[in-house]
């Protein structure tokens, strides 16, 4: 348990404490936050016996007004300290999730990814800068996706060239060797949507077959031309 996000953890039933900001304090622990209530833990620490370990843990964030725009949530490693946002290290890495928002007229909320950089010491980020970490925002408009789809979540994408030439007769096909996806479905049951692209003479999209793990396109010439070119498709499993 953390309270008032200021790296402040106990939990009496564990054998190690992740902090030592309350460690040598007795009884009850009571924060004063001018925008949080009163909170306090339970417990004697001054009967605690364990480990002291670094201060990576998780964080209730509460609201401190302007400076951090009015934003409150969880934080697994990310705690504001009245100024900035911070993590810690165990030395070995300082990166931090959160899951944070704000409670204005379009309730906006984001996943928060803050990769680990020069491990040997916490991070320190503005209250400016740590919307460039939002990888998944969610508010009253819908769903927003800042760092793109990783490949195999169930919606994937890939590009590249057809691999083969019609014959100069309107009319002609040909098909691509199999396009292999990068992770496979779990099976053939998703919708794929392909265009043409870079194209040499006039084709268009005849079929595509599917597998869970691959794809074929076949294209067909619509004039007396030899036809061929590149793809781009996309794919959203059901």
């Known amino acids: 348990l953390c309270d008032d996000n200021r790296g402040s953890c106990f939990n ?94 379009n309730a906006n909320s984001c996943l928060y990814a803050v990769p680990a950089s020069s491990p040997g010491v916490g991070q320190t980020i503005a209250p400016a800068e740590l919307p460039r970490y939002c990888v998944f925002g969610v508010s009253t408009k819908g769903i927003s996706v800042a760092g793109g789809v990783r490949q195999g979540s169930g919606l994937q994408h890939m590009r590249g060239a057809i691999g083969c030439r019609t014959a100069a007769v309107a009319g002609a096909t040909c098909a691509s060797s199999a396009q292999v996806w990068a992770k496979p479905f779990v099976d053939a049951d998703y919708t794929l949507a392909c265009s043409l692209d870079s194209p040499e003479g006039v084709p268009a999209i005849s079929s595509v077959s599917k597998s869970a793990g691959s794809f074929t396109i076949t294209i067909a010439a619509l004039t007396a031309k030899a036809s061929g070119g590149s793809y781009d498709c996309i794919a959203m499993h059901d």
């Open 12 to 105: 009496p039933t564990l054998s190690r404490v992740q902090s030592s900001l309350h460690f040598a304090v007795s009884e009850n622990v009571t924060t004063t936050d001018k925008y949080s209530p009163d909170q306090r833990l339970p417990g004697d620490l001054a009967n605690f016996s364990g480990v002291i370990e670094p201060q990576v843990a998780p964080h209730m964030s509460p609201v401190y007004g302007s400076a951090n725009n009015f934003m409150l949530g969880f934080g697994g490693n990310l705690h504001f300290d009245g100024t900035n946002w911070r993590t810690d290290t165990d030395a070995g890495s300082n990166g931090a999730f959160g899951l944070l928002g704000t409670y204005d007229g």
